[in-house]
């Protein structure tokens, strides 16, 4: 066992955890009518933010390799088109709903890990490529999604309303 | 040398270093006027959240041990109060100047930096306290920073017009 090694991904692994932690909360006490505000004026609803978050971590459930995408149907509406693009979205309740199922397979898969398995490639990345580039890991997918949701988390704070 | 503790460190470094890059990018592209406007109605101005990374960024070089704090005058007007509270701000063109000298005492102090010396403990705690709770060193301060810097980078992309 490499105890630095332990140290420094549970950094990692710490921090991705407090700031959902921290968005879920966020989530839980914005109510549907804020959540179908605007972040500021002309820019993304919560209600977007939430179903881009959602197909984010789903994505992120395959590439640290817990499974397969379940929610690819969501690409579409939330990731591939801009808000207000006219695509259908599901229920805020039903969007409520997925962001926690999401999160419980990401965060179950994540504690099942080891500080060494971090380190190994994230499944988008082909062998030959990963010995070249050997930061194309678990770890560097994880910290750019961190990164991802607090820049989401920060604009998320405009919709609490008083 | 431990290449797996290498490996790691380097992508909580690289992941700082893209979103300042990223950050300081966008500072760039906003015109003081733009820098003037506020995120959100009511919520902060660009010029209140700059003076803010500012003071962040100068206690993070404190805190990394890089050197003593240059920019305490900055903590009353952008840490302890609120934007509009009526403290005085330094112009935008100083506050530009400002972001990038003390990016530039932090990435010249990072570079000097070996993997080993990132778990050392920050100088905000006690070598008692460090002996507890290892995880109170450089690496989980800069990745708290991360965070912090891409919370403020999400809402900052709303400043920026047409």
Do not use: C
């Given at each position: 066992?490499?105890?630095?090694?332990?140290i420094a991904?549970?950094?990692?692994?710490d921090n991705f955890?407090m700031?959902?932690?921290?968005?879920?909360k966020l989530f839980?006490s914005l109510t549907?009518?804020?959540l179908?505000?605007?972040?500021s004026?002309g820019?993304?609803?919560?209600?977007?933010?939430?179903?881009?978050l959602?197909?984010?971590?789903?994505?992120?459930?395959?590439l640290?390799?817990?499974?397969?995408?379940k929610?690819t149907?969501?690409?579409?509406?939330?990731f591939?088109n801009p808000d207000?693009?006219g695509k259908e979205?599901?229920s805020?309740?039903?969007?409520?709903?997925?962001?926690?199922?999401?999160?419980?397979?990401?965060?179950?898969?994540m504690a099942?890990?080891?500080?060494e398995?971090?380190l190994h490639?994230?499944?988008a990345?082909?062998?030959?490529?990963f010995a070249?580039?050997?930061?194309?890991?678990?770890?560097n997918?994880?910290?750019?999604?961190?990164i991802?949701?607090?820049?989401?988390?920060?604009q998320?704070l405009?919709l609490k309303k008083g």
């Amino acid at each position: 066992m490499d105890q630095q090694l332990q140290i420094a991904v549970k950094i990692v692994v710490d921090n991705f955890t407090m700031t959902l932690t921290r968005t879920s909360k966020l989530f839980d006490s914005l109510t549907d009518e804020e959540l179908q505000g605007e972040v500021s004026p002309g820019r993304n609803t919560g209600v977007y933010i939430l179903g881009h978050l959602v197909a984010a971590h789903d994505h992120l459930v395959s590439l640290l390799g817990f499974g397969e995408m379940k929610y690819t149907h969501f690409h579409e509406a939330f990731f591939k088109n801009p808000d207000k693009s006219g695509k259908e979205f599901p229920s805020i309740a039903q969007l409520r709903s997925d962001w926690n199922t999401v999160n419980e397979t990401l965060t179950t898969g994540m504690a099942t890990l080891q500080p060494e398995e971090w380190l190994h490639k994230h499944t988008a990345v082909s062998e030959e490529d990963f010995a070249k580039e050997p930061n194309r890991n678990r770890l560097n997918v994880l910290m750019t999604r961190t990164i991802h949701l607090a820049s989401h988390y920060g604009q998320l704070l405009f919709l609490k309303k008083g």
